[in-house]
């Protein structure tokens, strides 16, 4: 029985090959182009013909039930052949153009939707949040849920100037794509670390810890007899690495713990080079089932986008080519001196210059 | 504790047009205890708007280092169903192409040894196994690599490398994605297993720099197709385009960054000497234009998020090399060369990105053994503190290096 | 020593079209004793590629502590002329316009007490003095003072101001850069002639966005002017240059930065919510186009050179600010803010650059009590580092500032 | 007589009224337009009439000779009244048009240059290298004579695409606008100071001296009983910084003291914002009288720069457009280790996106 069989590691993953749809192997690395043939289908053609692709939204955090619908699915329209996208959809590879709608409907049938290609809103890539871990300032799956509740229009149509990458995540640590999205929305802490002066000796090491601060905020320091550590709160900027390393000083409090909305980053290298994400609303409550505050901005933020960009133009392009201060002004997000850079390359971020708008 | 579920925040989250992860988990709370006190311990998190996991301990499976990663409940009396609930990351295969012949297999083990709760994938792109217990970790490694599966990384190790669709499904594709993912995950099996460098180090694979796998903003080496020759043409299908009377003018010539495209009546003219390959051209019109045919990839290293010295997007450190006829020799060794100087001289919990700034990029190209080149920079330096090495030993003495 | 001047290196700059220093130098050296040893010593520094001249010393007048700079020849006995060779920074008048009666006052004084050297002018502005013995420095001052001059700033004082010829003499000048540069000038006397800065402060006022006298460069203060309304339009003149067979599109459309500029047959269109005052359409159709009616100026703060921490352009403190009917108080009260804040809280030798990088922009708004604005920054911060002051003191209390 | 007088302090210049010509007081503010007549001549027209300017060259070190030839020729054409630029050059205000030709045929006879103006390579704003200054690595008025004689076709013609400013400085303080010019030409020593153990003592402040380092390179030790400083030559890039504040700490070594070329700094807002000067040319040799290897230098860049630029491009304007690597391609200059940018901001100046040109 399997267990009996002898230990082997380090065998790595299965080759890729058995898993590639006949078409596939056939078309590897000779494809000629793909079309469009309406939100969440693709086509992509080569010698050996064509494949077509249908997309459809996963919440990511699925359990083994959600995975067999989708494998039934895939059994009966799609040979048994299916993908994940780098975005958590989940993609069916189809020989038969035939099969695309029937299976849309299943799809629709079993609760997903079908969409995210082309200039679309395509899933939001996130992160454990409460669900899983000890570092989250909020969930994360929640909040997609919460936010794409409200954004699934975008999700199946084309209808945006661009595509439009949203990204959640749940701590400074920013598990994903927080750092370079279109819209991002990230969980932060608003207060420094509470030291548990038992706990910490016990638990860390004090060198590491005091050299995990990126601001020298932790000075090494003795509570009755113990060597622990102290904080200097006003250097303090709750991005949390000396929890990362120290168990003893968590950050989370309920009260103050919220979200931030960033925009304008992207990554990809079309027309323009890539970009960061640009703070755009400080603090917003974390506010579960549904975050309310957050949902209104973002959706907010995403209807002055399509209203206003060129074809093409990414939320960051748009925003460059009419300016930040046009932004603040038409949005109606306040201007405070939280938008100021004051980290490593700050003086980089100035307007050093006379162009601007008046 | 009483057996029913009552989690009223959480049940709003069944409303709404996107597939709701609560409607999911509940279907799955009826055969399974860790789902139930999942939810139970969630919706006291919705409650209480903070989070009841413990800091992550030191679990895994016999020989790893790295793959699992340690979860237990702040509250294990309260719910006892995730008084443990680690995650186990499972490697990928490569671009994420399955059979449901071999994910049902992957699942079965899953069912009868965890939560039954997965990510598919995770954001370094394994096959998530969320939520386990310390003494199923082993049967589940057993069981998986029975059937051909192991596991990803975690820790200061090479994480899972991962890649895009490429030439399995992708007409922009400039390498071979998937084989180089097999080829550098089986060949580096030990680093990915076993954490032994400063801090964790990920690779990411596009097939072009349209990037679908973020590699230049999510992996300490990016490994980015692009060709160094001209771009392809198709006259007839350009003139097609045209004739279909879409916006050439407004939705691709405006739009090249280096305004380097001419349309006259049909005809499309490239100045592919400024072109900087940035794809939008390809994008809009894949029927008419595709890569040249010297193509390659770029590696770009040090991408990062925030946390400590702010986030990095990878920095160009080899503008062009290929695999020629399968060999990877060349990648492997400069890779090793990568790795062996950033393992001397950096510290610990410093990525690579953070590394070369600190060290500098002359020091760096010189520690590896890579030469300077313009392409490496926006522009050369424009402060005057220059650390000359030549100097004069005394007159009449020729340059000489200390 | 010999009497006779042998220069034969000195000799080769007197050839070539470019007005040769050399040659004018020489044409003193009769008359002049300090002109013969200064020719001799600079021969001597071309011979052996180095300078010979002392570490500056702390000479200067009776209750100033600025505008001299102390000079001793290091080789004192073989050029014994430039024993001493100190400067004096005379204060040039608003846009270095003079007549040659003044001229020739101030000239009369310098060839009775110095060098007869100069040099017209410093970097800085200063009419330059460049040559004169310690006990001279007395009578120069008060022959100069006789004559209505004044010397100018040096050390860690506030620097002599200079500015554009502006509404003297061109039409893009947004403000009255000559007055304003008087009346700071004299305003401010004592922090000129008294050093009690932690380091130097230069102020320099262009009229207009060209900025010809390098004020977001090279000056810890620029004000700079610009307008806030319309770009003015002669269309007229505007059809004028289209008739004269200009080449608009290349030489004005294309190169606006913002594309803001439409032209229709002998029609301009300038969509002027889109326009950054760059100048450029201004500077090729001055005829045509003008800065709007609401003029006024920006000030950008911190420009230097790169000692220590690299060179820096002045950043838009003040977006927008204009002299109503002649008060200058307004813009006395924000100077007087900026050096209160720097004094209290800037470390020695601290421009002002260099500080507000330091202790950051928004705590320097704070300090001087001006809002934060969009049109401070290219864009907003891109970490996550947010040093938040409001927050909740327990359940139900709303936000309150630490 | 005169030295009787009391004494007066803090009197400030004179007001700059009694220094403008009646033309310019009449249209003071009122300036319509101005035109470029020829090399060297503008006019500026408001509504009480024209007034004629005609920019001479100046070696900026001038003496009361040659101050009292031009002021000559002001008084016979522009009935006294003249200014200076902010580049050191000489402007007549003349009132009457005809006096325009006379004046230049005066200037050359003195044997000096018109022109300047518009798209010229204006005078070289400078410094005042071994002439006046202790700090110098080379001098400036000799490389401002020597590169003016290679340039001066430049500028007394407007033949180029662009106003190209040029800059000198005699060490790495950069008096003047060597970190903003088109081309900047920087003396600069290239080994760390030589500490002079019994004079340091006595001249410096140990703490300012060691303060003064950017780079920390300086530390305290003492030298047979005395305290002095110690510099830690690997960290050491020569900047001069704590020779200012140091006396006895001399940095100049005609062995290694040198010339470096800089490129595409601008300050004007005109089309794209001010840029800095880039690393061109890391090291030429310091070689009086007339320094040929640098007049070469600089005179390939601006016949390249000519050659290739389009209307109204600077040289950082054009280098851009073109691309680095192109420009290094095109003039020939290696690219080395050094022009990787290892200070402050360095991260910033690297490549991080996939736009390049192959
Ligand atoms: C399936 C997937 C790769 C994979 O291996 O999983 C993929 C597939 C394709 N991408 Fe992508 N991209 C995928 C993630 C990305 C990412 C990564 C990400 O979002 O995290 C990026 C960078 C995003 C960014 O810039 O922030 C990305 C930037 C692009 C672009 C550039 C868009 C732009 O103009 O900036 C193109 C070109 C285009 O769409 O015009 C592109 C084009 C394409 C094409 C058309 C390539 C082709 O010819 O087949 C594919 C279908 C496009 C579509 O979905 O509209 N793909 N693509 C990924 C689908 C994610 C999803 O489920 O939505
Ligand atoms: C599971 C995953 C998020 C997800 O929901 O997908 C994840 C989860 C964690 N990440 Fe991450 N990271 C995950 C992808 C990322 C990414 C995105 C990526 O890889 O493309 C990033 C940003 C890119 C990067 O690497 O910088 C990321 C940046 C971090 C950081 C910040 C590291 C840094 O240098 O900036 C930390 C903190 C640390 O390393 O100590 C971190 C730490 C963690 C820890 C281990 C928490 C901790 O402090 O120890 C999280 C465990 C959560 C849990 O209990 O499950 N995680 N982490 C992702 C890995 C799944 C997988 O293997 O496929
Ligand atoms: C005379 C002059 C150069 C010239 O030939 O015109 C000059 C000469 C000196 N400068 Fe300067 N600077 C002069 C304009 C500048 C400028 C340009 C400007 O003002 O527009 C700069 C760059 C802009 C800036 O201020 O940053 C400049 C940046 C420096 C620095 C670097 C300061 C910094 O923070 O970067 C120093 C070093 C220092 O301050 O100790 C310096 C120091 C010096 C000293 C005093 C040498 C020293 O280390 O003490 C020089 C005296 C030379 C001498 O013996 O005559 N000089 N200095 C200029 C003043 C004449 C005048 O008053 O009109
Ligand atoms: C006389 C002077 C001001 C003064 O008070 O002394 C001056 C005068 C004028 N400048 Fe200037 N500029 C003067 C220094 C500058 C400087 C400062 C510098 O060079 O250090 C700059 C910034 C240089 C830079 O960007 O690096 C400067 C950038 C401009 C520009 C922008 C050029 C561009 O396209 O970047 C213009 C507009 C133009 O020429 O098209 C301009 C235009 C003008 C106009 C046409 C303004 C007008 O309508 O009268 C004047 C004659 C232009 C000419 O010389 O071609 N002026 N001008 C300065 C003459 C210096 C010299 O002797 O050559
Ligand atoms: S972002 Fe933070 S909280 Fe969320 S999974 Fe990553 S480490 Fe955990
Ligand atoms: S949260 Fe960050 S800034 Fe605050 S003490 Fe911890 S490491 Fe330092
Ligand atoms: S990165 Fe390029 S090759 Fe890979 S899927 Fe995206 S477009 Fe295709
Ligand atoms: S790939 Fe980009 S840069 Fe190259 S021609 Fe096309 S649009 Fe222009
Ligand atoms: S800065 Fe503007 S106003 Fe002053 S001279 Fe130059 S162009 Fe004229
Ligand atoms: S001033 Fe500059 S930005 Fe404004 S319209 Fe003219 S060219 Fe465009
Ligand atoms: S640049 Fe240096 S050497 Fe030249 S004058 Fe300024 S301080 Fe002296
Ligand atoms: S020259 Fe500059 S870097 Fe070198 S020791 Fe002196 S201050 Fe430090």
Redesign the interface.
């Known amino acids: 029985m ?2 009996e ?1 002898k ?10 090959d ?3 749809h006949p078409i ?1 192997k056939e078309n ?2 000779k ?4 079309d469009s043939l309406k939100p969440g289908v693709l086509s ?1 053609t ?1 010698p050996a013909g064509t ?1 077509f ?1 249908v997309r459809c ?12 619908n989708i ?1 039934d699915l ?2 009966k329209y799609s040979d ?7 975005r ?1 959809n ?1 993609e069916f ?1 189809l020989a038969k153009q035939e099969n695309i709608d029937p299976l849309i409907a299943d799809l629709n049938a079993m ?3 079908v969409g995210g290609t082309n200039n679309a809103i395509s899933n939001i ?1 996130h ?1 454990q ?8 300032a909020t ?1 994360a ?2 909040l ?3 936010v ?2 409200e954004l ?1 229009e975008y999700f199946t149509s084309e209808k945006l100037p661009a595509k439009l990458r949203v990204a959640v995540a749940c701590c ?9 999205s279109d819209i991002a929305i990230l969980g932060l802490h608003r207060t420094p670390p509470r030291i548990d002066n038992d706990a910490l000796p016990k638990q860390c090491e004090i060198p ?1 810890t005091v050299a ?1 601060c ?1 601001n020298n905020a932790i000075r090494p320091t003795s509570v009755d007899g113990k060597t622990t550590v102290k904080v200097d709160e006003d250097k303090c900027m709750y ?3 000396c ?3 120290c ?1 003893a000083m968590p950050l ?3 009260l103050n ?1 919220g979200v931030s909305i960033w925009l304008g980053g992207k ?6 080079e ?1 970009m ?1 994400t640009k703070l755009a609303i400080p603090y917003l409550p ?1 506010n ?3 975050w309310p505050e957050v949902t209104d901005a973002v959706k907010k933020i995403v209807e002055l986008y399509a209203a206003n960009a ?3 133009e990414r939320v960051g392009e748009w925003i460059n080519r009419i300016g930040w201060e046009k932004f603040f002004d038409m949005s109606g997000i306040e201007f405070t001196k939280y938008h100021l850079d004051d ?3 700050a003086g980089t971020t100035y307007r050093r210059s006379l162009h601007n708008r008046y | 504790m009483s057996d029913e579920l009552k989690t009223p ?2 049940d ?2 069944e ?11 509940k ?2 709370a009826g055969k399974n205890e860790m ?1 139930k006190d ?1 939810l139970r311990q ?1 919706e006291k ?2 409650e ?9 301990g030191l679990v895994g499976v ?3 280092g790295g793959g699992v990663i340690g ?1 237990y409940s702040a509250l294990p009396e309260e719910f006892p169903g995730v008084s443990h ?1 680690h ?1 186990v990351r499972v ?14 297999e992957v ?1 079965d083990i ?2 009868k040894h965890g939560s ?6 995770g ?1 370094t ?1 394994d096959m998530v196994l ?2 386990t217990r310390t003494e199923e970790l082993e ?1 589940i490694f ?2 998986l ?2 059937k ?3 596991l990803g990384g975690s820790g200061s190790d090479l994480r899972t490398p ?1 890649c ?2 490429g ?5 922009m ?1 400039c390498y ?1 994605t ?2 180089m ?2 080829n550098l ?2 060949s580096y ?2 680093e ?2 076993r954490p032994m460098f400063n801090y964790k180090y990920k690779i990411k694979m596009s097939g072009c ?6 590699a ?3 992996s300490d080496m990016g490994i ?1 197709g ?4 001209d771009i392809k043409v198709d006259q007839a299908a350009f003139a097609a385009y045209v004739d279909s009377g879409m ?1 050439i003018q ?2 691709v010539v405006d ?4 305004s380097c495209i001419e349309v006259d009546g049909k005809e499309i003219k490239i100045d592919d ?8 051209c390809l ?2 019109l ?2 008419a234009l ?1 890569p040249g045919d010297d193509r390659g990839f ?1 590696i ?1 290293l040090g991408a990062k ?12 450190i080899i ?2 090399m290929k695999i020629e006829d399968g060999d990877y020799e060349p990648l492997h060794d400069l890779l090793e060369r990568i790795w062996e100087f950033w393992d001397e001289h950096g510290t ?2 410093e990525r690579i990105g953070e590394f070369i ?1 600190r060290v ?4 760096f ?2 520690g590896i053994g890579e030469d ?17 090495e ?3 030993e ?2 009449g003495a020729s340059a000489s290096e200390e």
Chains 1, 4 share one sequence.
């Not at chain 1, 048994?80 to 780098?86: I, N, V």
């Not at chain 2, 039954?116 to 994938?121: A, D, E, K």
């Not at chain 2, 739009?255 to 280096?258: E, G, H, Y």
């Open positions: 399997a267990t069989a230990r082997v590691t380090d065998i790595g993953p299965p080759h890729y058995k898993f590639l596939i590897y690395g494809w000629q182009y793909h992509h080569g494949l692709t939204a996963s919440p990511r955090l699925v359990s083994i039930n959600f995975l067999n494998m895939a059994d048994g052949y299916f993908r994940f996208t780098s958590n989940i590879l609760g997903t939707l890539v992160t949040g409460w669900v899983h871990c000890h570092s989250a969930d799956s929640g997609v849920k919460a794409m509740d699934s400074l640590n920013m598990c994903g794509a927080v750092h370079a590491t995990s990126p991005c949390g690495n929890f990362t390393v168990p989370a409090d309920p713990d990554i990809s290298n079309a027309r323009t890539p960061f974390n579960p089932p549904r060129r074809p093409f980290f490593r390359h | 925040l959480l709003e989250l409303k709404g047009p996107w597939p709701s992860f609560v409607t999911d988990i279907s799955m789902c999942l969630l998190s919705y209480d708007r903070r989070g009841y996991w413990k800091h992550g016999m020989g790893y979860r609930f995650t490697n990928q295969p490569s671009g994420w192409f399955y059979t449901t012949e071999a994910l049902r699942m899953w069912e039954g709760l997965t990510n598919m994938h954001s792109g969320l939520g049967p057993r069981a690599t029975e051909g599966w192991d991962s895009c669709a030439p399995a499904r992708c007409e594709s071979d998937l084989d993912t097999y995950t089986q099996q030990d990915l297993h720099p349209n990037d679908c796998t973020a230049i903003a999510r980015i692009i060709w160094r020759d916006d407004g939705a739009l090249c960054p280096t000497s400024n072109c900087v390959k940035c794809m939008h994008n809009r894949p029927k595709s770029a770009a998020a925030p946390i400590v010295e702010g986030a990095l997007f990878g920095s160009v503008p062009f610990a919990r700034e500098s990029l002359a020091t190209l010189e300077p080149s313009p392409k490496m920079v926006k522009a050369p330096r424009d402060n005057p503190y220059i650390f000359y030549e100097y004069f005394e007159e």
